[in-house]
Nanobody, 126 residues
């Protein structure tokens, strides 16, 4: 089992920036894909951004394109999410997720991932 620990959330004004980090640890694991999801109160968990571990290819949900940038550090088993020009509608708990089994499910589905972090709160005030 892989353990994921997120950090970097907080309170920021609209237009501001935050950088989320997620570090993976555990015994002898492979990572195929890592992604960021978010969940606002009363809403379903939604895909935000994903990064293919071997190629570094990234994918974003439409609402964050041009504002968020995902990156990875293979040596540290870590991914990052740079969030710029934040909007109040970005307010949510952000979760890091990892696929360590080579799932064939679409990466935008939470069920594609077998490991999750505890979440970090991002609050954007207007």
């Amino acid at each position: 089992q892989v353990q994921l620990v997120e950090s970097g959330g907080g309170l920021v004004q609209a237009g501001g920036s935050l950088r989320l980090s997620c570090a993976a640890s555990g015994r002898s694991f492979n990572i195929y894909d890592m992604s960021w999801f978010r969940q606002a109160p009363g809403k379903e968990r939604e895909f935000v951004s994903g990064i293919r571990w071997t190629t570094g290819n990234t994918e974003y949900t439409d609402s964050v394109k041009g504002r968020f940038t995902a990156s990875r550090d293979n040596a540290k088993n870590a991914i990052y999410l740079q969030m710029n020009n934040l909007k109040p509608e970005d307010t949510a708990v952000y979760y890091c997720a990892a696929d360590t089994r080579g799932s064939v499910l679409p990466r935008t589905r939470p069920s594609n991932y077998d490991s999750w972090g505890q979440g970090t709160q991002v609050t954007v005030s207007s």
